[in-house]
Structure formats: structure tokens, C-alpha cells
T-cell receptor
């Protein structure tokens, strides 16, 4: 069946770039999403990319999509303590998204 | 404009009891979605509702689980005769008509003893 895989943890130093990776299996997905979940809060849509795009940049966030390898990444430049959260990758074409298990981003001082 | 509200935030039930989870969508949103998240897993779609209608319940277990979104009041996810395997975080999301972007609530963490 369809599946989305992410590493469970990523640790980076404050000020460095964070790169969170995701692989998926459904090549027919129209959209790929990144959501952020802070402790005790709901999931917040960070950014999304259409499947016909390779890259999308939004301030400190850069999303790269490699359709051939079914690989999606989220790069956060100049990582700050406020970026500590769990980041979820999701794919889909309508309301039924397939979700990864989330990557917990840990910021070291 | 308040975000999506869910209550309670934490719910503890003993096996065999009923759990009722509530979700109030954002103002102007008529579409509600429920998801379940087991520990160290991604969210799994359960059900999609519009006011007074179940649009898609393909992710709902066939027994013990039901959902409604009445004309007035919050959406309710009801789990009868809970078992330990029902312990999870249950997230609700809402969206306005004609827009796929879903706005999520903080979730209800259900623990079954």
C-alpha cells in the first residue's frame, strides 16, 4: 500500500541548516506537504509543493522534490530554538493524505 | 478567529466505557475531518464530514466507532466499549468550502486503562 517514511529524529546546532527527508511511494500524488507540530499544539501547514515542481522557497524554508526517486526534503536555514517541533511529511491529491510518522527536530545550543 | 478547538485535551477511560471527543471547526468552515495517530506512526484518516452528512468514512473501524457533525454544535467522534488499542491521539481538522487546506486542532489524547 501507499507509504511515507521519515526518520524519527534529527539533531542540529542552532544557526546551522536542518534538512528533513521524506520518501513516499504513491507517484500519483498531486501535492506534497510539510506540517509542523509544536508541543501541545495542532498541526500547522508550513508549506506544500505541487508534484510538477522541483523546488519551492519561502523565506528560510526550501522544499526539494525528486519525483524520480520519490524523495521530498525540507531545508530550514539558520535553525532557531523556535524551530523545535515535530515535522510531518504528507502526500495526496485530495483530503485523504498519507502521512509520515514525523521527524522530531532537536536544536542543540 | 479562534482556531479549531478540541476537547477534552486528555481523556482517560477504562475498558468497556464510552469515549466522546468533540471538535469545533473554525468559523466559516463546514468540512470536518478526523484522524487517529498511534505512537510513532503518522496520522491515519478516519472520516470526512460536512454539516449533517458523512462524506467518506472509509478510514473508520466498522464497529464501535461513529462520527457526526450536526447542524448546530461541534462534531463528535464516539467510541463505544473502548479497548486498550484505542489509546491514541485523535486529531480533528476543518476546511472551508471549495478549499482543501485543512486546519488542525491540538488533538485529544485518549488513554484506555
Amino acid at each position: 500500500g501507499e507509504d511515507v517514511e521519515q526518520s524519527l529524529f534529527l539533531s542540529v546546532r542552532e544557526g546551522d541548516s536542518s534538512v528533513i527527508n521524506c520518501t513516499y511511494t504513491d507517484s500519483s500524488s498531486t501535492y506534497l506537504y510539510w506540517y509542523k507540530q509544536e508541543p501541545g499544539a495542532g498541526l500547522q501547514l508550513l508549506t506544500y509543493i505541487f508534484s510538477n515542481m522541483d523546488m519551492k522557497q519561502d523565506q528560510r524554508l526550501t522544499v526539494l522534490l525528486n519525483k524520480k526517486d520519490k524523495h521530498l526534503s525540507l531545508r530550514i536555514a539558520d535553525t532557531q530554538t523556535g524551530d523545535s517541533a515535530i515535522y510531518f511529511c504528507a502526500e495526496g491529491g485530495n483530503y485523504q493524505l498519507i502521512w509520515g510518522a514525523g521527524t522530531k527536530l532537536i536544536i542543540k545550543p | 478567529n479562534a482556531g479549531v478547538m478540541q476537547n477534552p485535551r486528555h481523556l482517560v477511560r477504562r475498558r468497556g466505557q464510552e469515549a466522546r471527543l468533540r471538535c469545533s471547526p473554525m468559523k466559516g468552515h463546514s468540512h470536518v475531518y478526523w484522524y487517529r495517530q498511534l505512537p510513532e506512526e503518522g496520522l491515519k484518516f478516519m472520516v470526512y464530514l460536512q454539516k449533517e452528512n458523512i462524506i467518506d468514512e472509509s478510514g473508520m473501524p466498522k464497529e464501535r466507532f461513529s462520527a457526526e457533525f450536526p447542524k448546530e454544535g461541534p462534531s463528535i467522534l464516539r467510541i463505544q466499549q473502548v479497548v486498550r488499542g484505542d489509546s491514541a491521539a485523535y486529531f480533528c481538522a476543518s476546511s472551508p468550502p471549495l478549499d482543501n487546506e485543512q486546519f488542525f486542532g491540538p488533538g485529544t489524547r485518549l488513554t484506555v486503562l
